[in-house]
T-cell receptor, first 116, second 111 residues
Framework: DGGITQSPKYLFRKEGQNVTLSCEQNLNHDAMYWYRQDPGQGLRLIYY???????QKGDIAEGYSVSREKKESFPLTVTSAQKNPTAFYLC???????????????FGEGSWLTVV | SQQGEEDPQALSIQEGENATMNCSYKTSINNLQWYRQNSGRGLVHLILIRSNEREKHSGRLRVTLDTSKKSSSLLITASRAADTASYFC???????????FGSGTRLQVQP
C-alpha cells in the first residue's frame, strides 16, 4: 500500500537525550514536512524539504534537526536543546510544494513523544 | 501568521443535524483546503477550493469561499457520529512553500 510510515508510534525520552523519529514514504513525493501538535492544539511546522539534500526551517525549528539524504526518507531528531519536546509529531508529504499550489498533503499516523 | 483561524473552537451537535465551521485568513490566497483529524491520527484531506470558486461540494460536504471577507466555511450535512473529529483549514499563499494549520474546530456528533 502507498503511504507514509512513521515509527515508532510511542517513544519515551529521558532528559538530555537525543531521539530520532523515522518517516518513510513510498508515494514518490518530492516534498516532505514535519509538524508538531500539542494536546488540543493546532499543527506547527518544524521543518520541510522540497527536494533531496535540501530542507528549510519552519516556525519552530529550534531544538530539532532533519536530514533528507533519500527522496523517501525524512527523519527528525529531537535534540536535548528542545526543552519541552512532549508532543504528537506528524510527518507529511506532497507531490510538489504544498504551500502555494494547493497540492494535497498526505500525513502519517504520527508519533507520540514523552519526556520521562 | 499565515495560517487560517477556525471558528468555533468546539461544536457539539446531534446526529442528523448540520455542522458549520468557519475559517478566516489574512491575505490573498491561491486556494484553501480543509482537512480532518480523528483523535490521535494524522490529518486527511477533504476538499480544496480555488480562489476563483465560490462554492464546492463533495458528498455531504459543502465549502464556500468569500475572498472579499477572507473567509471560508465548511458545512457537513446530516452529520453522523463518525464525523466526530477536528477540522482544519489551510490557506495557500503565493510564495509560501509549506502549509500551516490553525487550532481547528473540534466537532462532537452525539448519537
Amino acid at each position: 500500500d502507498g503511504g507514509i510510515t512513521q515509527s515508532p508510534k510511542y517513544l519515551f525520552r529521558k532528559e538530555g537525550q537525543n531521539v530520532t523519529l523515522s518517516c518513510e514514504q513510498n508515494l514518490n513525493h518530492d516534498a516532505m514536512y514535519w509538524y508538531r501538535q500539542d494536546p488540543g492544539q493546532g499543527l506547527r511546522l518544524i521543518y520541510y524539504s522540497q527536494i533531496v539534500n535540501d530542507f528549510q526551517k519552519g516556525d519552530i525549528a529550534e531544538g530539532y534537526s532533519v536530514s533528507r539524504e533519500k527522496k523517501e526518507s525524512f527523519p527528525l531528531t529531537v535534540t536535548s536543546a528542545q526543552k519541552n519536546p512532549t508532543a504528537f509529531y506528524l510527518c507529511a508529504s506532497s507531490i510538489g510544494s504544498g504551500g502555494s499550489s494547493g497540492n494535497t498533503i498526505y500525513f502519517g499516523e504520527g508519533s507520540w513523544l514523552t519526556v520521562v | 501568521s499565515q495560517q487560517g483561524e477556525e471558528d468555533p473552537q468546539a461544536l457539539s451537535i446531534q446526529e442528523g443535524e448540520n455542522a458549520t465551521m468557519n475559517c478566516s485568513y489574512k491575505t490573498s490566497i491561491n486556494n484553501l483546503q480543509w482537512y480532518r483529524q480523528n483523535s490521535g491520527r494524522g490529518l486527511v484531506h477533504l476538499i480544496l477550493i480555488r480562489s476563483n470558486e465560490r462554492e464546492k461540494h463533495s458528498g455531504r460536504l459543502r465549502v464556500t469561499l468569500d475572498t472579499s471577507k477572507k473567509s471560508s466555511s465548511l458545512l457537513i450535512t446530516a452529520s453522523r457520529a463518525a464525523d466526530t473529529a477536528s477540522y482544519f483549514c489551510a490557506p495557500s499563499y503565493t510564495g509560501r512553500r509549506a502549509l500551516t494549520f490553525g487550532s481547528g474546530t473540534r466537532l462532537q456528533v452525539q448519537p
